[in-house]
């Protein structure tokens, strides 16, 4: 089992920069390929970004393409996702997963989750 615990959310002005941080604990994640997701209020839960298990890949959604950057630590076993530029359209809960299917941008494909952190990009 794994246990994915998201942070580093916060209230930023727009223009501002947020560092969002996945730590993983349970079991190790550096086979699996990683995934953040947002969710807005009224809204469906929608792709961000994704990266392979070794982290030669990278897959972003293209409202936040050239804005945000995920990485990936594997000593920490955690996941990062950088974000910069922030628009207030960025306002959302941040989710990431862990992903066991093949197709980056479905979230049905992920199969450990986050509890989620805010993040509230005021104009």
């Known amino acids: 089992q794994v246990q994915l615990v998201e942070s580093g959310g916060g209230l930023v002005q727009a223009g501002g920069s947020l560092r969002l941080s996945c730590a993983a604990s349970?079991?190790?994640?550096?086979?699996?390929?990683m995934g953040w997701f947002r969710q807005a209020p009224g809204k469906e839960r929608e792709f961000v970004a994704a990266?392979?298990?070794?982290?030669?890949?990278?897959y972003y959604a293209d409202s936040v393409k050239g804005r945000f950057s995920i990485s990936r630590d594997y000593a920490k076993n955690t996941v990062y996702l950088q974000m910069n530029s922030l628009k207030p359209e960025d306002t959302a809960v941040y989710y990431c997963?862990?992903?066991?299917?093949?197709?980056?941008?479905?979230?049905?494909?992920?199969?450990?989750w986050g509890q989620g952190t805010q993040v509230t990009v005021s104009s």
């Open positions: 990266i392979s298990w070794s982290g030669g890949s990278t």
């Open positions: 997963a862990v992903r066991t299917g093949q197709r980056a941008a479905d979230p049905l494909e992920y199969n450990y």
């Open positions: 349970g079991r190790t994640v550096s086979s699996y390929a």
